[in-house]
C-alpha cells in the first residue's frame, strides 16, 4: 500500500503563487507515475500535471506555461510550483500515484487509471 500526504494549500491572489508539495510513503518503489488532480465542486476531476520516473511530465491545457511539476525522488515527494495564479485556478487540489505505465497522457486523462490518491489541499485564488 501506498500512502500520499498533500501540504501547502492555502490562499493566494490572482498573479500570485502557491507550491504545493506531496509525499508518498509505503510501498514507494514501484511507483512510477506520480500526479496532480483539482476539483471544483459539482465538477469533474481535471489532470494538472503529471511526473513519471525517469522525470518526464505532461500538463493539463490549463495550466500549461503556468504550472512546474517537480520530485525529488530522495523524500519520494513531488511539488506542483503554480505561478501566475487565476480565479479559476481555485479548487481541491489532489495528489495521485500508479504503477502501470499507461502513458502520462492517459494517466492524466483518466483520473481512474491512478491507484492510489491523498486527502486533497485546497486552493483559494480571490482577490
Known amino acids: 500500500q501506498v500512502q500520499l500526504v498533500e501540504s501547502g494549500g492555502g490562499s493566494a491572489q490572482p498573479g500570485g503563487s502557491l507550491r504545493l508539495s506531496c509525499t508518498a510513503s509505503g510501498e514507494t518503489g514501484s511507483l512510477y507515475y506520480m500526479s496532480w488532480f483539482r476539483q471544483e465542486p459539482g465538477k469533474e476531476r481535471e489532470g494538472v500535471a503529471v511526473?513519471?520516473?525517469?522525470?518526464?511530465?505532461f500538463f493539463g491545457d490549463s495550466v500549461k506555461g503556468r504550472f512546474a511539476i517537480s520530485q525529488d525522488n530522495t523524500k519520494n515527494t513531488i511539488y506542483l510550483q503554480m505561478n501566475s495564479l487565476k480565479p479559476e485556478d481555485t479548487a481541491m487540489y489532489y495528489c495521485?500515484?500508479?504503477?502501470?505505465?499507461?502513458?502520462?497522457?492517459?494517466?492524466?486523462?483518466?483520473?481512474?487509471?491512478?491507484?492510489?490518491w491523498g486527502q486533497g489541499t485546497q486552493v483559494t485564488v480571490s482577490s
Open positions: 495521485a500515484a500508479e504503477s502501470r505505465r499507461v502513458g502520462r497522457y492517459n494517466i492524466l486523462k483518466r483520473p481512474n487509471l491512478s491507484t492510489y
Open positions: 511526473i513519471d520516473k525517469l522525470g518526464d511530465t
